[in-house]
């Protein structure tokens, strides 16, 4: 099956949003070719389950889609159009089923030598799609807090390597009731600007309390998740003929039912959650890989005006199976592997930060839990300089925050 012969009536299967979107759009998604309406529409089926800025960005796209003449769309398309599919391709659900497509649609590019040009013109349309709807002003200034080293008594070795030429080293912090001061600013943001999923506290251990104005995840609070998904891969893998695609593909479709999940009422977070252990390599298992990778997709699909990050210890490292097997046994901790764990992470997250719309005006606070040591990069303070000054973190972010 081909889009142009595409029918209102063969989204019926979609979740309401998604498929009334679809049908709003039904003409456009006619004329566009194959090797890409499937991309889109593995977007568009997941509508009812993104977060605000996600479903921003397809109804911008679909809207600009929509907008063009059928000239202008054969522009825009003519490389995706000369792509070369199989017949087998064109028999898939890709209706029904577009993220199963677009995974043998990228294997089938590369065996033919066709993905390189499929990338390019991704690029060319990722481009285009953007100048012609750019992101729109966010509600104030973006703020990101790392606090790394907990339960680290001492650390010799200089930190923050990677941020202090982007910004201001502070040597003389009071660190008393930290955690307490940095997580009452977040909140105080999240109370001044109030809005679905702006506002985030990502927590490696156990969250402490918060404002119910924070969206929160926490490894500890995920650990019955956790736990039912090693379960699950386990009894995957004994399975005859099951390899890592096939288990791949079988993890993609769970849904948080599968994993004893649904009590929450808050569906679009739960389904986050289960991606985040579902997608992300490490993520079960170990909880600094867990609050990185966490941070990073708070900060590429949130689009998080404010994410409070606090890394706890991991543990250390075991054997393969005996990490899978989640058996009963206690784990043996590594504070400071830890922290040097962590003290990358955090330029990572201000990285990815960085990637996000006015980040030439966002602020980004990294702390030593406990010592007196921390970094702040912001357009008010200077770069690649030392400060002593006898701050509190409320005086910190105050200042980092302008």
């Given at each position: 099956m081909l889009p142009s012969d595409l029918k209102a009536e063969q989204f019926a299967g979609y979740p309401p949003k998604a498929g009334k979107l679809a049908v709003a759009h039904l003409a456009t998604l006619q004329q566009l070719p194959l090797s890409f309406v499937p991309s889109l529409l593995r977007e568009v089926i997941d509508y009812d389950f993104k977060f605000p800025a996600e479903r921003t960005?397809?109804?911008?796209?679909?809207?600009?889609?929509?907008?063009?003449?059928?000239?202008?769309l054969k522009e825009w398309f003519q490389v995706f159009s000369q792509l070369s599919l199989s017949s087998k391709l064109e028999k898939l659900d890709w209706i029904n089923q577009p993220a199963q497509f677009?995974?043998?649609?990228?294997?089938?590019?590369?065996?033919?030598?066709?993905?390189?040009?499929?990338?390019?013109?991704?690029?060319?349309?990722?481009?285009?799609?953007?100048?012609?709807?750019?992101?729109?002003?966010?509600?104030?200034?973006?703020?990101?807090?790392?606090?790394?080293?907990?339960?680290v008594v001492s650390y010799d070795e200089p930190l923050f390597l990677n941020l202090r030429k982007h910004g201001t080293y502070f040597k003389q912090i009071k660190p008393e009731n930290g955690v307490e001061l940095l997580l009452a600013g977040v909140e105080a943001r999240a109370k001044a600007r109030p809005a679905p999923y702006a506002h985030w506290y990502i927590d490696g251990g156990q969250a402490v309390n918060h404002s119910s104005q924070l969206s929160c995840v926490s490894f500890q609070q995920m650990e019955p998740v956790r736990a039912a998904l090693l379960k699950n891969m386990q009894t995957e893998i004994s399975k005859p003929g099951m390899g890592p695609e096939e288990l791949r593909t079988h993890?993609?479709?769970?849904?948080?039912?599968?994993?004893?999940?649904?009590?929450?009422?808050?569906?679009?977070?739960?389904?986050?959650?289960?991606?985040?252990?579902?997608?992300?390599?490490?993520?079960?298992?170990f909880s600094t890989t867990f609050v990185q990778w966490t941070t990073r997709e708070v900060l590429r699909r949130a689009q998080a005006q404010t994410l409070l990050v606090r890394f706890a210890p991991r543990q250390r490292q075991r054997p393969m199976n005996e990490l899978l097997s989640s058996s009963g046994s206690k784990p043996e901790f590594d504070p400071v592997g830890s922290l040097i764990d962590a003290d990358m992470a955090a330029y990572y997250q201000w990285i990815n930060q960085q990637r996000l719309p006015q980040s030439e005006q966002s602020s980004f606070l990294v702390w030593f839990e406990g010592h007196n040591q921390a970094l702040v990069i912001s357009p008010s303070l200077p770069r690649g300089t030392e400060s002593n000054s006898a701050l509190d973190l409320q005086g910190l972010l105050s200042l980092a925050a302008g």
């Open positions: 960005a397809i109804d911008h796209e679909l809207v600009t889609l929509s907008s063009l003449t059928p000239a202008q677009v995974e043998q649609l990228s294997a089938y590019l590369w065996t033919t030598h066709q993905l390189d040009t499929f990338r390019e013109a991704a690029v060319v349309y990722g481009n285009r799609l953007q100048k012609a709807a750019p992101p729109e002003p966010i509600a104030m200034r973006r703020l990101g807090v790392a606090i790394i080293g907990q339960g993890m993609a479709r769970l849904s948080p039912t599968d994993l004893g999940m649904g009590k929450t009422g808050d569906e679009v977070l739960e389904r986050f959650q289960v991606r985040l252990l579902t997608e992300g390599s490490g993520t079960q298992i």
